[in-house]
């Protein structure tokens, strides 16, 4: 099975600053997808950004981008020029390309602080 | 267009009551997705339907949980006798597909006391 692991339970970054949230994961899979979301403290998830494995460019969402290192099986988050409003939990979620195994795997999350 | 609706947004039940979750997904999706959340065990899959039909339900705790999808636009998920430990929100999720994007409703916060 599939396991997604985010080693860093909370940062702290100050407003306008630029902060990256790691996660890793285990697959043997080649072919995935990767995902984060974001909640806030209304709990609803946010798609924040996507990536395909079987592409090498990172994706790139206004100031929300990723650096994917499929041979380390590392998936980070960088968000720049940081917002108060970006101040949630960020969960980092696996997904296996198809065949009855649809559903994400999550990490356990990172809680974001924006200092004013 | 509307996204995912839930309902109810918070429920409070005694142990032993029947509870049921209802979740509408967005128009046009075909993929219809559980989840739980809890502290303890953080965010995971219940099960999921594709077409209305469930393709895994491995991620069901127990029997008391049965989940069911009679049209492309609503699905429920019940829980029969609830007891305390199943306090937690539930969310329901739809993508297009079940390769896409899956799209998340508010979530239920449910207490079982």
């Known amino acids: 099975a599939q396991t997604v692991t985010q080693s860093q339970p909370e940062m702290s970054v100050q407003e306008a600053e630029t902060v990256t949230l790691s996660c890793t994961y285990d697959t043997s899979e080649s072919d995935y997808y990767l995902f984060w979301y974001k909640q806030p403290p209304s709990r609803q998830m946010i798609l924040v950004i996507r990536q395909e494995a079987y592409k090498q460019q990172n994706a790139t969402e206004n100031r929300f981008s990723v650096n994917f290192q499929k041979a380390a099986k590392s998936f980070s988050l960088k968000i720049s020029d940081s917002q108060l409003g970006d101040a949630a939990m960020y969960f980092c979620a696996y997904r296996s390309p198809g065949g009855g195994a649809d559903g994400l795997t999550f990490g356990k999350g990172t809680h974001l602080i924006i200092q004013p | 267009d509307a996204g995912v609706i839930q309902s109810p947004r918070h429920e409070v039940t005694e142990m032993g009551q029947e509870v049921t979750l209802r979740c509408k997904p967005i128009?046009?999706?075909?993929?219809l997705f559980w989840y739980r959340q809890t502290m303890m065990r953080g965010l995971e899959l219940l099960i999921y339907f594709n077409n209305n039909v469930p393709i895994d339900d491995s991620g069901m705790p127990e029997d008391r949980f049965s989940a069911k999808m009679p049209n492309a636009s609503f699905s429920t998920l019940k829980i029969q006798p609830s007891e305390p430990r199943d306090s937690a929100v539930y969310f329901c999720?739809?993508?297009?597909?079940?390769?896409?994007?899956?799209?998340f409703g508010p979530g239920t916060r449910l207490l079982v006391l």
């Open positions: 128009s046009g999706h075909n993929s």
């Open positions: 999720a739809s993508s297009p597909d079940r390769r896409e994007t899956q799209y």
